[in-house]
């Protein structure tokens, strides 16, 4: 995951250890961005496209989030 920074093929092959985003959230578990994830799907800001690889996609309410810089809550994970 990038957002963790993590060192894989993948992500060197795809060089999105080159995103400004690389590595921000390293402070988080997998645990704690699996559950963001949750919840962002659940409040229907993105969404998760069919095919091989699960890949994650801005819906249009959360582009009109990110535009408007809107507060989003989140539930907390127990």
Excluded: V
């Amino acid at each position: 995951m990038f957002l963790r920074g993590a060192d894989t093929e993948a992500i060197r092959q795809r060089s999105h250890n080159e995103l400004s985003t690389y590595g921000i959230g390293r402070e988080l578990k997998r645990e704690a961005w699996q559950a963001i994830g949750r919840e962002l799907l659940r409040l229907g800001l993105i969404e998760c496209a069919p095919g091989k690889f699960a890949t994650l996609s801005l819906t249009p309410a959360g582009r009109d989030a990110l535009r408007h810089r809107a507060p989003i809550t989140l539930t907390e994970a127990d």
